[in-house]
């Protein structure tokens, strides 16, 4: 097993159909040790049965636009863990209004919504948590192709993404003095609750099955596997790296 014994923290479960399950689930397969942390108290009764079916070993509430709650996060997995194998940031927001029409119509105040909880909770929850990542650690964030390339609708979360990219960059240095790895994944379109907020999702899927080289769309499976191999020992040598799971969908000209 690629993962036996390791602990991985997972943020972004929000039910069965999330990239995150997908994720958790490998982990799990191969051996892993998890915990989860929602953002709000609607979700934990969700995730609660989901913890439990994967093996969770605990769980707890954080919202990663709150320095404070971040921190009292990281000083709970000390107390249960001692240390950190894995971090899962799987975590993406934007006010409903900026997920449609023109962007340049993006409130500022949208906008820094989207910013903060989709990119900068990132850097806040690896500032938090590196104490207790040890060398040989993997640190993996969920991106997107909109990162890169005008996705109708996405706006706001593009800009997002872009600085997500960018997040991993920067911080794969950061993190690399210790020995530990960071990466995203850009996952292409799948039927999960945050997609829905996206204005004319369902013509993006047909899309992707029409014009991928692999002709179909993706699975939480498929991310989970990637997640996997960057989790594992296999990814030793690939940091600050994004890697595409869209069934070949970016490679595509016009």
Same mark, same amino acid.
């Given at each position: 097993?690629?993962?036996?014994?390791?602990?991985?923290?997972?943020?972004?479960?929000?039910?069965?159909?999330?990239?995150?399950?997908?994720?958790?689930?490998?982990?799990?397969?191969?051996?892993?040790?998890?915990?989860?942390?929602?953002?709000?108290?609607?979700?934990?009764?969700?995730?609660?049965?989901?913890?439990?079916?994967?093996?969770?070993?605990?769980?707890?509430?954080?919202?990663?636009?709150?320095?404070?709650?971040?921190?009292?996060?990281?000083?709970?997995?000390?107390?249960?863990?001692?240390?950190?194998?894995?971090?899962?940031?799987?975590?993406?927001?934007?006010?409903?209004?900026?997920?449609?029409?023109?962007?340049?119509?993006?409130?500022?105040?949208?906008?820094?919504?989207?910013?903060?909880?989709?990119?900068?909770?990132?850097?806040?929850?690896?500032r938090?948590?590196?104490?207790?990542?040890?060398?040989? #650690?993997s640190?993996?964030?969920?991106?997107?192709?909109?990162?890169?390339? +005008?996705?109708?609708? /996405? =706006?706001? &979360? !593009? %800009?997002?993404?872009?600085?997500?990219?960018?997040?991993?960059?920067?911080?794969?240095?950061?993190?690399?003095?210790?020995?530990?790895?960071?990466?995203?994944?850009?996952?292409?379109?799948?039927?999960?609750?945050?997609?829905?907020?996206?204005?004319?999702?369902?013509?993006?899927?047909?899309?992707?099955?029409?014009?991928?080289?692999?002709?179909?769309?993706?699975?939480?499976?498929?991310?989970?596997?990637?997640?996997?191999?960057?989790? #594992?020992?296999?990814?030793?040598?690939?940091?600050?790296d994004?890697?595409? +799971?869209?069934?070949? /969908? =970016?490679? &595509? !000209? %016009?």
């Amino acid at each position: 097993m690629l993962l036996k014994d390791k602990k991985a923290l997972i943020f972004g479960v929000v039910n069965d159909r999330s990239i995150a399950y997908g994720i958790a689930k490998q982990f799990k397969e191969h051996g892993a040790r998890l915990a989860f942390s929602y953002a709000a108290d609607p979700i934990e009764r969700r995730l609660a049965p989901i913890c439990e079916e994967l093996g969770g070993e605990f769980m707890y509430k954080c919202d990663v636009t709150s320095d404070d709650e971040i921190a009292a996060g990281s000083d709970l997995v000390r107390e249960k863990w001692g240390d950190v194998d894995i971090l899962v940031h799987s975590i993406a927001y934007a006010n409903r209004e900026d997920l449609k029409g023109r962007f340049i119509d993006t409130s500022r105040e949208g906008y820094k919504v989207a910013l903060d909880v989709s990119s900068f909770s990132l850097v806040a929850l690896c500032r938090a948590f590196e104490p207790l990542l040890k060398p040989g #650690s993997s640190v993996l964030t969920m991106s997107y192709y909109g990162a890169g390339k +005008v996705v109708a609708n /996405y =706006n706001a &979360m !593009g %800009v997002a993404k872009a600085a997500l990219e960018a997040c991993v960059r920067y911080l794969s240095v950061d993190l690399g003095e210790k020995g530990v790895r960071i990466n995203a994944i850009s996952a292409g379109p799948v039927k999960t609750m945050a997609a829905s907020g996206i204005s004319g999702f369902k013509t993006i899927l047909g899309r992707i099955e029409e014009k991928s080289p692999l002709h179909r769309n993706i699975t939480i499976d498929d991310v989970g596997k990637c997640a996997l191999y960057l989790a #594992s020992d296999l990814s030793s040598g690939t940091t600050g790296d994004v890697i595409f +799971v869209d069934s070949g /969908y =970016n490679i &595509m !000209g %016009v």
